[in-house]
Every structure is written in C-alpha cells, then in structure tokens.
DNA sequence: CTCGGTCCTGAGAACGCGCTGAGGACGCCG
DNA sequence: CGGCGTCCTCAGCGCGTTCTCAGGACCGAG
C-alpha cells in the first residue's frame, strides 16, 4: 500500500512517515503543495494524507484540482482547529475524510484504513489473479481457498505485483515502491523475496524476465 | 517513446535503462558528455536525462551547447546534492527540470512523464509489423498469435527494427544503439543475432541488404 | 569461371545474472 | 535473558546468455 503524506512541518513529517512504514506502507512524502499534486497525479497511490496549510497551494485547492482532473484517490484532510477553515470547507472540496489537528495516531489510522477499504470505487477492494486472491484491507492471501500466511514485506511485494498482473516490473520500481530504496541499493533483496514467495506460492507464478524484471503469470 | 539517458556510473545508466525499458520506452545510454552531446544531435529523442557530473563534459555545458545550437529537447538533469552546483544553476542554463541525488525511481518517473507530456501525445506502446507484434511494457512478442520467447538482446534488436519497418537499418546503427558499442567491436555480433531472430522469427523476416544493413520486411 | 568481399552459422568459451543457503542484526515477547 | 520471527547481507554456484572465432556459403564484379 502506497501512501502519500503532504506536510510541511517536518517533525510531524517524519513522525508520520515512520509511523505508517511500520504499519507495513510505503510512504513518499511532500514538503509543498505543488510537489504533493504533481506526486499525487503521478505516483499511483492508493491514498494520500494532506495537511491544509501548505506552502505554495493549499490543501483544499490541492484536492479540488486533484478531482478536477478525474483523480479519484482517497484523501485523508489534516488540519489545525483554529477555525480559519473548519471541517465543513474540507469535505466539500473533495477530500474523503479529515482529522482535526492535534490527533491521535491511533484515530489516523483506523480512519485510514476506513479509507482504505472503501478504495477508488472503481478498484475492487480484494485483488484476483489466477487462483491467488489478495485483500488488502484484511491483509490476507489466499491460494486455491487455501490461506498462506506472509510476512510484511512479502504481503507488500505480492500486493505490488498483483497490481499489474501480466506485467514486466523492473528491479528498481520493485524497490523503489516495495522498499523505498534509492537506486544505489543492491537488487538483490528483491530476488531473494521472490524467492520466498515462490516457496509459498508455488513455482511457476513468478516469472523471471532475464536482465529486466518479473512478471505475475496471469 | 524515446529517451536518451547521459549517466557515466555504470550501475545507475543500467538500473535507469531497464527500469524505463520496462516502462516501454527505447532507451539509449551515452557514458560521457561529448558522447551524449552527440547523441542528443542526432537521435530525435523524446526527452534527456542528464547527469552533471560527465566526463569530458558537464551536463551544464552540455545543455547549454545544445540550446545554443537550437535544440529544444526535453531535459531533466540530476545531481548530487553536495552544494557545488546547485538548482539554479541547473535551471538557468535551459534545463527543463532537476533532481537531486538521491532520487526515488517513482519521483523521476513522474517528472519525466510531467516534461513528456508537454511535448507529443504519447505514441501507442504496442508495435505491430505484419503479424509480429512487440509489448515493451509486458516484454512480450507474438508471431501470428502465438509466443516467442526472446533473450534480452533479442528483444532489443527486434524492438529498434521494429521501430523502423521498412528501412535499411546498417550494422553500425544496430551495434550503436542496441550494443551502445564503439566503432571497434565486430559487426559479426549483429549478424549472429540477426541469425537467431530469423531462427525464431521466420527466414525471411529480416532481409539483408548486402552492403548495407539489414531491413524488416513489412 | 575465378576472385574478393560479405554474410551465415555452428561450436564453444567467457561472462554475469539470478537463485539459494547460511548466518548476522534487530525487535518483540515470554 | 533467551527464543523466535523477520529482514537483510553475503558468497558461491549453476546455467542461460552473450560473444568470439573459424570455416564455409553466397554474391557481385571482372
């Protein structure tokens, strides 16, 4: 699961980030309105996180342009209660939920996982390829009924490749969306977790494309 | 879509060069300034990617020539962030825009296709010649419906043939674009995998045009 | 027909990618 | 503290891929 944190303020920031990355997402942060719409039209995320004060563009009219332009990923509103703008002109301009700041992060994360569930309308909640059936809300794989239990990252990475199903993924996007490693990072993490998939899932799933990446066997 | 990427640390060019082929775009790679310039002449390229740091000659120099010269190629630099250099500079000799190292996949991903998308519409990712069909994205290729299986130099021959049917595409060419060769190396290894194209391809495929090079029939 | 050059192809060597098992670091829980 | 599970690093190995090479086929010119 991708997120995507718009905040300015550092410390909540990076407090966020680290929060969610041990929840089992993969976090990209923004330090500024434009940089958060430009990553959100973009990154393919399946929801995003967005304070209101911003430097540059607003949180609401961040959103608004977002919708504007037919993005219909789920947003989770932050912002401070000191009534400049209340809850009312959040909702309204499209965002799915909001959170008056200071929160707990306990209330942030059951109502994104609410979110989450409800998905993009038009992205089925529970991800089917073959006889493998991945839910992502109730963070469950199942092959042929049977259910298999994976770690973290193993989920992260099965749930990555569910995505596209078909598809070539390279290396670097694998562990760049899976990983949130930079490029100098050795890929070899990567062989090795689809390596452990395999043993799970069963050989011929996963298929190897020499010199370029893997594909899920539809 | 074409893209030629001007990177002389090896490990990145090549991490950079499958992560984007696995994207579906045609990647060309030139390990230094000069070499890159060059290239950025002659190759009708979509978009650049540019490193600062070159051999014989820095990414700025390197914009700033081609602008002088009255190429508007799309151009997104990268750096590192050691202070040296900094943002402006990059931008003020004409390029389009900049990131800094490290940089996440996803992030350069999403500038690049920002900066294309102001350029042409997107072509079609899937190439058709007679009942050959090539999918860069899902690295596949089918011979009247049915699957071939390529090796990766394969794949790349095919694909900048494909490109171009029709034409007499010459040895030089193929070895300097599908190999990033130099000058030196045989043209024998064109002629081997031209051999094992037609091998799984059909004879008379691929027809040789003594002298000259090679051309894919249409 | 002969000759020079170009192209084709099979054999095999060299290389490097990807796979795997072993094991260390770390955090969590009893 | 010790046991456990997860995550990751590392080195060795196997094998597919890539490339070199040499001999022969083919083609065009004279």
Redesign the interface.
Same mark, same amino acid.
Do not use: F, T, W, Y
């Given at each position: 699961m991708r997120l995507l944190v718009v905040e300015d303020e550092a410390r909540l920031a990076a407090a966020l980030q680290r929060g969610l990355e041990a929840e089992g997402f993969a976090v990209?942060v923004a330090r500024t309105g434009p940089a958060g719409l430009?990553?959100a =039209?973009? $990154?393919e995320y399946d929801a995003m996180i967005l304070d209101v004060m911003l430097p540059g563009l607003s949180g609401y009219e961040l959103v608004r342009q977002l919708r504007a332009e037919q993005h219909w990923l789920p947003v989770l509103m932050l912002s401070a209660k000191d009534g400049e703008y209340d809850q009312a002109d959040g909702l309204d301009c499209g965002a799915d939920d909001y959170l008056t700041k200071p929160f707990s992060y306990v209330v942030l994360l059951a109502r994104l996982r609410a979110l989450l569930r409800r998905g993009a309308p038009e992205r089925p909640t529970v991800l089917e390829v073959g006889d493998l059936r991945l839910d992502p809300a109730r963070r469950r794989v199942t092959r042929a009924d049977a259910e298999v239990t994976l770690t973290a990252r193993e989920f992260a990475l099965l749930n990555y490749l569910m995505r596209r199903p $078909?598809?070539? +993924?390279?290396? +670097? @996007?694998l562990?760049?969306?899976v990983w949130?490693a930079?490029? @100098?990072t050795a890929?070899n993490i990567v062989e090795v977790y689809v390596g452990y998939l395999r043993r799970k899932l069963g050989r011929d799933r996963l298929e190897t494309? =020499? $010199?370029?990446?893997y =594909?899920l066997a539809m």
């Open positions: 990209d430009d990553a =039209r973009h $990154g $078909g598809q070539v +993924i390279s290396k +670097i @996007e562990l760049d969306h949130n930079s490029l @100098e890929p494309v =020499r $010199g370029v990446g =594909r």
